[in-house]
């Protein structure tokens, strides 16, 4: 199921803290990155915070600049962004400034939270969605796309809420701005609380200086697990479409890339067809060869393919759905299914699942994984489309 782009956005102390511990909102961020995040709001179609946020700060989520709400209206979309909180308990107070300013929103809550908002007269300014005895982030998020039609939301604390949806693999994004203050009270709220977090690095995309303060932005790294696919599956899929394009042209095979990741999102090897000079190798047959077949991190690691690994070949005995399985490899990650340009009815994903992988296809993906593939012309491309 597609879900909204999810961005993280929070400011830190030097010692990490969110806030202290006074009644007054901490103000970490300088004016310069204030104005920043503003334009953030504006970029996106809802911004969702915590209840205890709402509680701590009664902050108000709005774009404040006119010239950007303009430019909202001009590019019809409503004026403000949907404001989104989260709350089990319903116990949110009915004159919190978050219901009475700004465009529309919606509360997701438990049954029993609802009944709670209810009572308190919230259904007048917001929309009160239940989603049972606890909350499902993914129902949450499906919710908001499906329903609401959000393809980027900004997500503005707490720690609470950053902690659950990085852990949860649905984070795409996290902007942190490191503010040059300390707050040294071990009774604060932390960013992060404790828990089980990707292993390995995150990717940095971006630094900025703004004002005293810095902005880091960050992408996780670590394939999805299982048959749901994790925001670095869309960046692992990406780089291997662009290998694909490296691929030396044949009017005899399709150009194809492929890339192994470790559970931490370390990348293992990465190959493409033809590469090399050989001139029948298979993407992932060339990325699988770089890799000690003893390496501990093949089980539990991803391949991503921009075509599904080939069932059958003439060229090798062994095609690449079965390498990838002798490998000990049990996910696998693709843009487009195999159509039947070379091979009749070739069903690498069948062999994977029939061994027990979990194949994950991304359908988003499948334009840019047939764009070096063009020269084959359309009837090769369109038998695929046929096949769906
Ligand atoms: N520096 C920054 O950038 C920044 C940004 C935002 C906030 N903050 C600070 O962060 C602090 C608040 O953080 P926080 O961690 O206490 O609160 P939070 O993350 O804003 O909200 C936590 C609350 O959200 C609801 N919630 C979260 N996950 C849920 C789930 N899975 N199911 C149902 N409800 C869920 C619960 O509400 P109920 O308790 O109602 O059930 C929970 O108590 C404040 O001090 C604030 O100033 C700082």
């Not at 693999?169 to 996290?174: F, K, W």
Request: glycine letters at 8%; a negative charge.
């Amino acid at each position: 199921m597609p879900l909204p782009y999810v961005l993280l956005s929070a400011a830190v102390s030097l010692d990490g803290y969110l806030d202290d511990t006074g009644p007054d909102r901490l103000l970490l961020s300088s004016p310069a990155d204030f104005d920043r995040v503003d334009e953030v709001r504006a970029s996106v179609d809802a911004i969702l915070v915590g209840a205890g946020t709402l509680r701590a700060d009664n902050p108000r989520l709005l774009v404040n600049s006119p010239k950007r709400r303009a430019a909202r209206v001009a590019a019809g979309q409503p004026e403000y962004p949907l404001k989104v909180t989260v709350s089990a308990s319903g116990e949110l107070a009915p004159d919190a400034r978050f219901w009475h300013t700004g465009g529309e929103k919606i509360v997701f809550t438990t049954d029993k939270g609802a009944q709670r908002l209810r009572e308190a007269g919230i259904a007048a300014h917001a929309d009160i969605v239940p989603l049972g005895d606890e909350l499902d982030w993914r129902l949450l998020l499906e919710h908001l796309h499906d329903v609401r039609g959000v393809r980027r939301l900004m997500v503005e604390g707490g720690g609470t809420v950053h902690t659950q949806l990085l852990q949860r693999q649905l984070a795409d994004e996290v902007q942190l701005v490191l503010a040059p203050l300390f707050v040294g009270d071990p009774r604060a709220p932390r960013l992060f609380g404790p828990g089980a977090y990707q292993g390995g690095r995150l990717r940095l995309v971006e630094t900025r200086a703004i004002g005293d303060v810095v902005l880091m932005r960050y992408e996780p790294t670590a394939p999805g697990t299982g048959p749901e696919a994790a925001p670095a599956d869309r960046h692992w899929l990406r780089i291997a479409c662009e290998l694909a394009a490296q691929c030396p042209p044949s009017r005899t095979a399709f150009s194809v890339g492929a890339v192994v990741v470790a559970a931490d999102g370390t990348e293992l090897a990465r190959g493409h067809s033809r590469e090399g000079g050989d001139p029948v190798v298979h993407a992932e047959e060339a990325a699988l060869a770089k890799i000690d077949p003893a390496d501990p991190r093949l089980p539990a690691a991803t391949v991503y393919s921009s075509l599904e690994p080939c069932a059958r070949r003439a060229s090798r005995p062994r095609p690449c759905a079965r390498l990838i399985l002798d490998a000990g490899v049990r996910r696998v990650v693709t843009a487009w299914r195999e159509p039947d340009t070379f091979v009749e009815a070739a069903n690498g994903a069948a062999v994977l699942l029939d061994a027990g992988a979990d194949v994950v296809v991304l359908p988003e993906f499948e334009g840019p994984a047939q764009e070096p593939n063009r020269h084959l012309g359309g009837e090769a491309l369109a038998r695929a489309e046929e096949r769906r």
